[in-house]
């Protein structure tokens, strides 16, 4: 479920707008249609897939920002696309450790910390059969880093300590959005996106499959 934002969510939300609105500069200013933006919340969930960790599936808020610059076309449009999605989040787990050489285990609790970070840069195809709506789709590659701590939160046996372990990898996405706006330049956007990526920990868990859905909503500009 998605949760309510707090104050950290919100201060998030905005560093994402004024980081990645200005990229508007970066594309050739002679461009006759003009850019889209957009700035959003969600969910992420990905499979625990980790038989020593306990609590399911991992769910994971999202916070990003995005632009998008037509090419040509009419109602149906085509352009690039290039933006960020990361997320953060802290959850408390359980797994079973090792009591010592006389056997047996312990189930032991550890407050686990992740942060992701990907880029991804594509293309995509929109349909704006009016103003105030549009519909649009996208894929393309993207790259990915990630760090995972799994802190112990009570007194356990000495061979187990804190974790971390930090992995970079790349994969692909497609993705898919609708655009509300209210006027010519402010509306409301919602999306999902399937992405299929690997990352490295060379160190701990060697190869992770990041795959699932993300869902999404936010802020939408024209700019």
Request: some cysteine; proline content about 4%; hydrophobic content about 40%.
């Amino acid at each position: 479920m998605i949760t309510h934002l707090n104050i950290k969510q919100y201060i998030i939300l905005i560093i994402c707008a004024t980081f990645f609105l200005p990229v508007s500069k970066v594309f050739p200013q002679e461009a006759i249609e003009p850019l889209t933006g957009h700035v959003f919340y969600g969910e992420m969930k990905i499979a625990n897939d980790d038989p020593d960790l306990q609590g399911g599936d991992y769910y994971f808020s999202i916070f990003g920002a995005d632009v998008q610059k037509p090419l040509g076309g009419g109602s149906f449009k085509y352009g690039i696309e290039t933006g960020a999605f990361f997320s953060m989040d802290s959850d408390v787990r359980r797994f079973s450790a090792s009591s010592g050489s006389g056997g047996g285990s312990v189930a032991v609790a550890v407050d686990v910390n992740s942060f992701m970070f990907d880029y991804f840069f594509g293309g995509y195809l929109g349909f704006e059969p009016a103003k105030w709506l549009r519909l649009n789709v996208g894929a393309g590659p993207l790259l990915i880093w990630a760090s995972r701590e799994t802190k112990p939160e009570a007194s356990i046996p000495e061979d187990i300590s804190t974790n971390y372990e930090s992995g970079f990898g790349a994969g692909l996405y497609a993705r898919a959005g609708i655009d509300i706006f209210f006027t010519e330049q402010f509306g409301i956007n919602a999306g999902a996106r399937i992405n299929e990526t690997t990352l490295s920990f060379k160190d701990t868990a060697g190869e992770v499959d990041i795959e699932g859905l993300q869902y999404y909503f936010g802020l939408a500009f024209r700019f």
